[in-house]
């Protein structure tokens, strides 16, 4: 059972470098979100979708990009990296409209941005 | 805006000790709560899910109950064991708003 699959685990960019998390899920999910672990400071959410070709934006947009062409897909798209985006990124999934069910996460992908 | 709190950050008892964690919510209009484990390194592991009308859940020897009207949840272990050592975190879905609100957990440590 693959459940939430994230890639990479690990990453270190530069500032101002771009690059993009991956997430898959194979649990047929409509609901998925990004969220980023800070010490201290707890999970916060990202962005999230609620289906395909629907996405919002969480507590913490500003600097990333998402989109949801499949079911299966959520990436996470850093534009220009920055320190400050220095963080664990889990992504989860609920089988549940809204997020209102069981939430399964992935392994999460540890990035540092020097 | 909805603030989970989650009291006290870290604990250590002696194994065989049964202990509850606490998780307090300012905003009581949720739609349900949610209690996880994560282990360090790992991603989080969802234990036991409360929805608003209901006052408990159980599973184990993990009982989770929930008093909306005062903004209050606890997650109680019964005869804690050494493998029950990890960071518990609470989560709040506030109505149809789609985003849950983490508290910054409890970081469990039993001991032999």
């Known amino acids: 059972n693959a459940g939430v699959t994230q890639t990479p685990k690990f990453q270190v960019l530069k500032t101002g470098q771009s690059m993009t998390l991956q997430c898959a899920q194979d649990?047929?999910?409509?609901?998925m979100s990004w969220y980023r672990q800070d010490p201290g400071m707890g999970l916060r959410l990202i962005h999230y979708?609620?289906?395909?070709?629907?996405?919002d934006q969480g507590e913490v947009p500003n600097g990333y990009n998402v989109s949801r062409s499949t079911t299966e897909d959520f990436p996470l798209r850093l534009l220009s990296a920055a320190p400050s985006q220095t963080s664990v990124y889990f992504c989860?999934?609920?089988?549940?409209?809204?997020?209102?069910?069981?939430?399964?996460f992935g392994e999460g992908s540890r990035l540092t941005v020097l | 805006k909805q603030e989970v709190t989650q009291i006290p950050a870290a604990l250590s008892v002696p194994e065989g000790e049964n202990l509850v964690l606490n998780c307090s919510f300012t905003?009581?209009?949720?739609?349900?709560l949610q209690w996880f484990r994560q282990d360090p390194g790992k991603g989080l592991t969802s234990l036991l899910l409360?929805?608003?009308?209901?006052r408990e859940q159980t599973s184990g020897r993990l009982n989770a109950s929930l008093d909306k009207s005062s903004g209050r949840s606890t997650l109680y272990i019964a005869a804690s064991q050494p493998g029950d050592s990890a960071t518990y975190l609470c989560?709040?879905?506030?109505?149809?708003?789609?985003?849950?609100?983490f508290g910054t957990g409890t970081r469990l440590q039993v001991t032999l």
């Open positions: 989860a999934s609920s089988g549940l409209a809204g997020g209102a069910g069981e939430l399964f």
């Open positions: 649990m047929n999910h409509e609901y």
């Open positions: 979708s609620v289906g395909a070709g629907i996405t």
């Open positions: 905003d009581s209009a949720i739609y349900n």
């Open positions: 409360i929805q608003s009308s209901q």
């Open positions: 989560a709040v879905l506030v109505g149809t708003a789609s985003k849950l609100t």
